[in-house]
């Protein structure tokens, strides 16, 4: 069995089926990381059962799938109706805080009025655990003990904080809507395990059609670890320079660029400004 050629066969029935490696990983039963070496050629002889799976999740033929040679696949895909910018971006991924909703100084604010500390400690302090919290490595529980522990308190609640001072970003529904009509978009976010959801929920993200989402405490990386990029990068089954970062902070931008990515830096405190620059870069 040519490994390499079964890889790029499996990988074009997924990009044809319109699945990403996460959500064939469900569907076929799979694990991330096994998914991912197979699409490399990196397994030598992948059983039959795991390749059959994947046949029936992408809904391909398995004997398609198996032969060295395949002509159906290699046919040009469907034609897509989403765009090309002249800048030659056609996939859209965007931060969460500081992008799509702001909360950082009300949130802080709160937080020192409660515990009787400035809300520069409070904020110090957040972004001293932070890391560790978006990646998983510790939970949010672990996270409010040891910001309680370093202010001498026992009240610090960083879920409650959060979410009653988010607000989304003015301006951001209608321009997302308009993004989703004609490129492919995304979320690649660093965040606390189930605030994305909860956003989502409470409409704060808007109700568009996400092709994929990056939440760094569900694939244990964050920005702006290469890891978190080649993994995005991957899910949107796009070349580098075809996708656009919308981000607030320089240093995750920064890798981006590095990644080759294209970037655009978001000032929340102009939202109407920088939805405009938006726009015009991605303009088709």
Partial sequence: MDEQALGKRLQLARKRAGLTQQELCQKAGLSYSTLAKIERGAIRSPSVFTVAHIATATGTPLEELLETVDKSLSSPAPTSSKKRSKTGVRF???????????????????????????ADVIETLFWRH???????RNSLEDFNREISKELGATAFDWHKYYMENVQA??????????????????????????????????KLIPDVEFKTIVDSCQVGAVKPEPKIYELAQELAAAEAAEI???????SFLTAADRAGWQVLWFDEDDPEDNIDRIKKYLEF
Wanted: hydrophobic share 40%; glycine share 10%.
């Fill in 92 to 118: 859209v991924y965007f931060d969460v805080n500081g992008t799509l909703v702001r909360f950082y100084q009300r949130a802080f604010t709160d937080a020192a009025q409660d515990l009787g500390v400035a």
């Fill in 130 to 136: 932070n890391e560790g919290l978006c990646s998983g």
């Fill in 169 to 202: 970003m003015p301006g951001m529904d209608e321009l997302l809507r308009w993004c989703a009509q004609h490129y492919e978009v995304g979320i690649l976010s660093n965040n606390a395990a189930g605030f994305i959801d909860e956003l989502r929920r409470k």
């Fill in 244 to 250: 656009l970062l919308v981000d607030d902070t320089r």
